[in-house]
């Protein structure tokens, strides 16, 4: 079963924007991760962010993460056009090994 | 190793037919994962080796399916009797304890 959230589903901005898209979850974690992946393509490891860590940042790309909410968020600054993709979040629980993937967020960034 | 490697990119498969498909993970790396996707949806877990022992399968895991790990190194999905809904991306990853997942580039199968 799906664990986490995201939202919107899809995101659609121009060049140079930032964008944000949201991830809430159901159970206590270990971790919560951020992937990329294109259209038909696996997915690329973005960031990695642990229950006791608030914040963390990776070039343009900054995570939030608010157990008390169980809900994280990823903010991409200044969008490329290559920043295109779906873009998921997935929640690694305390005592157990499996990572769980929400839906994801599509977004289109526009030239 | 440049990264997770999945043999093959694409299947296409009859009903019925058994197929198998291959992941050779990062050598460093002790645990590695299956997963399923399909269109406009995010990997489901299928199951989960840590050197060659299978810890965990999914309840997406039925009978038809079995995965195995031999010598902790490169690991084996096969479907047996496959289904029409079977048809989607079959993802692998590994990673070391506690960090980021590597995936491959997946295997599409496409069940007719």
């Known amino acids: 079963s799906q664990q986490g959230e995201e939202d919107p589903q899809a995101l659609s901005i121009q060049e140079g924007e930032n964008a944000t898209m949201n991830c809430s979850y159901k159970?206590?974690?270990?971790?919560l991760q951020w992937y990329r992946q294109n259209s038909g393509r696996g997915l690329v490891h973005l960031i990695l962010?642990?229950?006791?860590?608030r914040e963390k940042h990776s070039g343009r790309l900054r995570v939030t993460l608010d157990t008390s909410k169980k809900s994280s968020s990823l903010l991409i600054t200044a969008s490329r056009a290559a920043d295109t993709a779906s873009y998921f979040c997935?929640?690694?629980?305390?005592?157990?090994?499996?990572?769980?993937f929400g839906a994801g967020t599509r977004l289109t960034v526009k030239p | 190793d440049t990264g997770v490697s999945q043999d093959p990119r694409h299947k296409i498969t009859k009903r019925g037919q058994n197929v198998t498909f291959r992941c050779d993970p990062i050598?460093?790396?002790?645990?590695l994962y299956w997963y399923r996707q399909t269109l406009g949806q995010g990997p489901e877990f299928l199951t989960y080796?840590?050197?060659?022992?299978?810890?965990?399968k999914s309840r997406l895991l039925s009978d038809r399916f079995s995965a195995e790990r031999p010598k902790g190194s490169f690991s084996t999905l096969e479907i047996q009797r496959t289904e029409q809904g079977d048809s989607a991306m079959y993802l692998c990853?590994?990673?070391?304890?506690?960090?980021?997942?590597?995936f491959g580039s997946g295997t599409r199968l496409t069940v007719v």
């Open positions: 990853a590994s990673t070391r304890a506690d960090g980021g997942y590597t």
């Open positions: 159970t206590s974690i270990n971790n």
């Open positions: 962010i642990r229950s006791n860590e």
């Open positions: 997935a929640t690694v629980r305390y005592n157990n090994n499996d990572m769980r």
């Open positions: 050598s460093e790396h002790n645990r």
């Open positions: 080796f840590q050197n060659e022992a299978q810890l965990e």
